[in-house]
């Protein structure tokens, strides 16, 4: 199973990325998809997730500027951040709930970076 993040670059203040994330193997099904980040020196935090219904759930610091969404159909979940701010810089990972075989467990994508300039 492997995540394949894309999308980070460098932008500026009030820019916009989209970052995409797809699911590759056998994973019969996709539970929860969600996005975190880590910025240097810190710890790992929750952006949004959202369910395999599409109900989602956001960080407090990204409500209104982050949309998250999902295509069941290409096992890819995207985030689309406008509005940017230097303080949304960080490296950003994939993470799905999902079932291989007879299990259930939780998958991490290898990260990509989103630098925001002021």
């Known amino acids: 199973v492997q995540l394949q993040a894309s999308g980070g670059g460098l932008v500026q203040t009030g820019g916009s990325l989209r970052l995409s994330c797809a699911v590759s193997?056998?994973?019969?099904?996709?539970?929860?998809m969600g996005w975190y980040r880590q910025a240097p020196g810190k710890q790992r935090e929750l952006v949004a997730r959202?369910?395999?219904?599409?109900?989602?759930n956001y960080a407090d610091s990204v409500k209104g500027r982050f949309t998250i969404s999902r295509d069941n159909a290409k096992k890819t979940v995207y985030l689309q951040m406008n509005s940017l701010k230097p303080e949304d810089t960080a490296t950003y990972y994939c993470?799905?709930?999902?079932?291989?075989?007879?299990?259930?467990?939780?998958?991490w994508g290898q990260g990509t970076l989103v630098t925001v300039s002021s």
């Open positions: 993470n799905v709930d999902g079932l291989y075989g007879f299990s259930w467990s939780n998958y």
């Open positions: 193997g056998s994973i019969s099904i996709i539970n929860d």
């Open positions: 959202i369910t395999s219904g599409g109900r989602t």
